[in-house]
């Protein structure tokens, strides 16, 4: 038994996407999780399997209580930063596949706007970065932004990628942005307002950095043949794996900082689905940081290493481009939910529901996960 | 700003005591495993290659190779917003593990030789790094 085509994803939600939440995290979680299992049509109850996205909301027990789920089966905690959510894309069909359950919920909410959770503090109380914070954080070495500016400047320098390309990025997500009602950066911006935004950790400018946001965003994931009786034209999970670098240890640590765990992970979740780069008609791209699109595009496979500059040039990651990317505006220009707001987009523009931002006849896609300085995940669906 | 705000502190374990110890006496430790030999940064528990537990150490020359760098231009931590902009260097050592320090110099690049240098901060010791073969 394998996982190609055992799952569809049924159901999506997503809270307003906003900064200044007054509702706490747990709050939007719940509030997406209910719209993603109205939009499964099922009943809260219905759910049998929790996959909790995260240390900062809430957990399965949490759902049973509220959601009176008389049965819960299976529940997991993945705890791999960005992602997370597509590594339980991965879970979620496994124990579909074989039967434990019928319907899973992978769920998310977050308030960064407390102050107390903000990327730089956030980390440090993760476990997993107990190296960073030990030997890193006293130098200085605080944020994201910081910790992945290392591979960017070795990528610049070892293949010549530039500020231009970087700004490429950038540019598409806000212009998918611009056609997203529930996206926090809709105004368009240009390669110029990207180079002119103020340098945050070299070679990162503001408009290479993801944005912190509130919001919460879930989806249901059903057993296919539960799935037939869903609401929706079902959308199958038809390649899915996982993937993790060579060592866990901080990035300023690892052999080869340019290539990470997606790199592994890729040429498992295209044979599974049996489809190539090339087949792939809209992608959605954990974009933490834009260099971080361009590397996953190469680890992917849709170009080769050091290519990723170039490749995403000329608009190819635009609408009406060769590979239409973030079509939501990602966590660039959308909002920054650890990704799960990809997951939804893909599902949206497989079922034909991606409004403005629509890629034509889209059929199959891909969507990836990134965190945790260097774990990886990606999913292909493809539309029934 | 007369009051400047504090570090982060260093929190040592059981594993790291004698490498921060190392730093504080000027010399940068690294783990070398009491059975192979095979050296490794940051201090961890086994040897990746024999996985003993039994651990040595022997102090590095200092010297290597850039192999990365950034210079931060927004304060993450208020302890570090007096320093910017600031240079963080990933170098390569000659005995083979990977270091992190601040740098000291003209702008950094990748394959620069390198040695290091402590320097005393109120809540602990820095390892900080700068161009080899100039002049102290
Ligand atoms: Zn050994």
């Not at chain 2, 039994?54 to 950034?70: D, F, L, P």
């Not at chain 2, 593990?97 to 390198?114: D, F, K, Y």
Request: hydrophobic fraction near 45%.
């Amino acid at each position: 038994m394998g996982l190609k085509d055992a799952a569809c994803v049924t159901g999506i939600g997503e809270t307003a996407y906003v900064r200044g939440s007054r509702k706490s995290a747990f709050e939007l979680q719940v509030e997406a999780s209910l719209k993603a299992i109205n939009d499964a049509g099922i009943h809260p109850s219905d759910i049998d399997g929790v996959i909790p996205i995260g240390i900062v909301s809430g957990i399965a027990e949490d759902f049973v209580d509220n959601f009176g789920i008389r049965d819960l089966r299976y529940s997991a905690l993945i705890p791999h930063g960005g992602a997370s959510p597509v590594m339980a894309l991965q879970a979620a069909a496994t124990v579909l596949a074989t039967g434990v359950c019928r319907h899973v919920l992978i769920t998310f909410g977050r308030n960064v706007s407390a102050g107390s959770n903000k990327a730089g503090a956030r980390i440090h109380n993760m476990p997993q970065f107990h190296y960073v914070t030990e030997f890193e954080h006293p130098l200085g070495n605080s944020a994201p932004a910081q910790i992945y500016a290392p591979m960017a400047r070795r990528h610049m320098e070892l293949y010549g990628t530039t500020v231009e390309h970087f700004g490429a990025v950038a540019v598409a997500c806000r212009a998918h942005a611009a056609l997203n009602d529930n996206a926090i950066m809709r105004t368009p911006i240009t390669l110029e307002d990207h180079r002119n935004s103020r340098m945050i950790a070299d070679p990162f400018r503001l408009l290479d950095c993801s944005l912190e946001s509130d919001g919460g965003a879930a989806v249901v994931v059903s057993a296919a043949d539960v799935a037939a009786d869903g609401r929706h034209r079902r959308v199958f999970i038809a390649g899915v794996a996982v993937g993790h670098p060579d060592s866990p240890v901080s990035i300023t640590q690892r052999p080869d900082m340019t290539s990470l765990g997606i790199a592994k992970a890729a040429p498992r979740a295209f044979a599974m689905a049996g489809v190539t780069p090339a087949d792939i008609q809209v992608a959605e791209i954990y974009d933490c940081f834009t260099y971080a699109v361009i590397r996953q595009l190469e680890d992917l496979g849709f170009c080769k290493k050091g290519e990723g500059g170039p490749f995403v040039a000329d608009g190819r990651l635009r609408l009406g481009g060769a590979l239409p990317t973030n079509t939501h505006g990602g966590l660039l220009s959308q909002a920054h939910v650890w990704g799960l707001n990809h997951i939804v987009e893909l599902v949206r523009q497989l079922r034909g529901d991606g409004g403005r931002a629509q890629v034509a006849g889209a059929e199959l896609g891909l969507v990836t996960g990134y965190g945790d300085l260097g774990d990886g995940a990606l999913a292909i669906m493809r539309r029934a | 700003m007369s009051e400047r705000a504090a570090k982060p502190e260093v929190v040592e374990s059981a594993l790291s005591a004698t490498y921060w110890q190392g730093l504080r006496e000027g010399r940068l430790l690294l783990q070398a495993c009491g059975v192979c030999g095979a050296l490794r940064h940051y201090p961890r528990l086994l040897c990746t290659a024999c996985f003993s537990d039994v651990v040595t150490w022997r102090a590095a020359s200092g010297r290597g190779h850039i192999h990365s760098w950034t210079v931060a231009h927004h304060a993450f931590h208020v302890g570090f917003r007096d320093e910017l902009p600031y240079t963080l260097v990933t170098v390569d050592l000659e005995e083979g593990p990977r270091a992190l320090g601040r740098w000291q110099g003209e702008t950094p690049r990748i394959g620069m030789a390198v040695r290091a240098r402590f320097e005393t901060a109120p809540a602990a010791v820095e390892l900080w790094f700068e161009q080899d073969g100039l002049a102290r």
